[in-house]
C-alpha cells in the first residue's frame, strides 16, 4: 500500500507570495492533518479534514488555510508569505472515525521564504 | 505553554546498549501516546503507541513504559543498533473526535539519539 505522497518535495517562494502544497494520503484513510516543523518550534498541529471538512485546528493565523476534496485528497494554502514560514509541511493521514487511530506522516514539503 | 516536555536533548549510547527518553506532560485530558521516528530527509514514521489503560506496551525491541500517577512516559530502546540513529520525538493527544474534537498531535521537542558501534 503507498503511503502518504506529498507534493512538491521542495519550493522556493519570496515573501508576499502564496503558496499551495498538496497530500495525497493512504488509500482509505479519510482524516488528513497538517503540521509545521521548524528547528525553533518543533512540531506544530496546523489542521485536520475528515470527509471534506476541517474538523480541528491548531493556533495558527488565517493566512493558513487548507480543504479536502472527495477523494481525501488535501491541499494547504499559505497566502502573504512570511519569512517565519520557512519551514518542512508534513501532511499525516489516518483511518478518522471515532477515537484517536494511528496517524502516518508523509516525507513534507520544505518551504523556503526569500 | 509546552504541553509535552521530552528529555534528553540528544542522547549517545554505545551499540547494544539501552536507550532511554522521557515525557512528561501536563494535560489530563491525554488518552492516547505515540512515540516516531524520524531521520533525515523523511517524515516522521510511528513507532509505537500506547493509551492510559496499560502501564507498558512492548514491540520488538521498543518499549513504552507508563505513567499516569506522575503524568509520565518513556521509550527504551533494547539492544540499540547503530540504524537506530535518529531523531524520536514523544506525542499526545485527546481522543475524542465526537464533536468536541482535538487538538491533533501534541510532540515533544525531540530527543537527536546517536548509537556508536
Known amino acids: 500500500k503507498a503511503g502518504v505522497t506529498q507534493t512538491p518535495r521542495y519550493l522556493i517562494k519570496t515573501r508576499g507570495q502564496q503558496v499551495t502544497l498538496s497530500c495525497s494520503p493512504i488509500s482509505g484513510h479519510r482524516s488528513v492533518s497538517w503540521y509545521q516543523q521548524t528547528p525553533g518550534q518543533g512540531l506544530q498541529f496546523l489542521f485536520e479534514y475528515f470527509s471534506e471538512t476541517q474538523r480541528n485546528k491548531g493556533n495558527f493565523p488565517g493566512r493558513f488555510s487548507g480543504r479536502q476534496f472527495s477523494n481525501s485528497r488535501s491541499e494547504m494554502n499559505v497566502s502573504t508569505l512570511e519569512l517565519g514560514d520557512s519551514a518542512l509541511y508534513l501532511c499525516?493521514?489516518?483511518?478518522?472515525?471515532?477515537?484517536?487511530?494511528?496517524?502516518?506522516f508523509g516525507d513534507g514539503t520544505r518551504l523556503s521564504i526569500l | 505553554q509546552q504541553q509535552v516536555k521530552q528529555s534528553p536533548q540528544s542522547l549517545i549510547v554505545q551499540k547494544g546498549g539501552i536507550s532511554i527518553i522521557n515525557c512528561a506532560y501536563e494535560n489530563t485530558a491525554f488518552d492516547y501516546f505515540p512515540w516516531y521516528q524520524q531521520f533525515p530527509g523523511k517524515g516522521p514514521a510511528l513507532l509505537i503507541a500506547?493509551?492510559?489503560?496499560?502501564s507498558e506496551k512492548k514491540e520488538g525491541r521498543f518499549t513504552i513504559s507508563f505513567n499516569k500517577s506522575a503524568k509520565q512516559f518513556s521509550l527504551h530502546i533494547m539492544d540499540s543498533q547503530p540504524g537506530d540513529s535518529a531523531t524520536y520525538f514523544c506525542?499526545?493527544?485527546?481522543?475524542?473526535?465526537?464533536?468536541?474534537?482535538?487538538?491533533?498531535?501534541?510532540f515533544g521537542k525531540g530527543t537527536h539519539l546517536i548509537i556508536q558501534p
Open positions: 506525542a499526545a493527544a485527546s481522543g475524542r473526535y465526537s464533536g468536541g474534537g482535538a487538538d491533533g498531535l501534541t
Open positions: 499525516a493521514s489516518s483511518l478518522g472515525g471515532q477515537d484517536n487511530q494511528p496517524q502516518h
Open positions: 500506547i493509551r492510559p489503560d496499560v
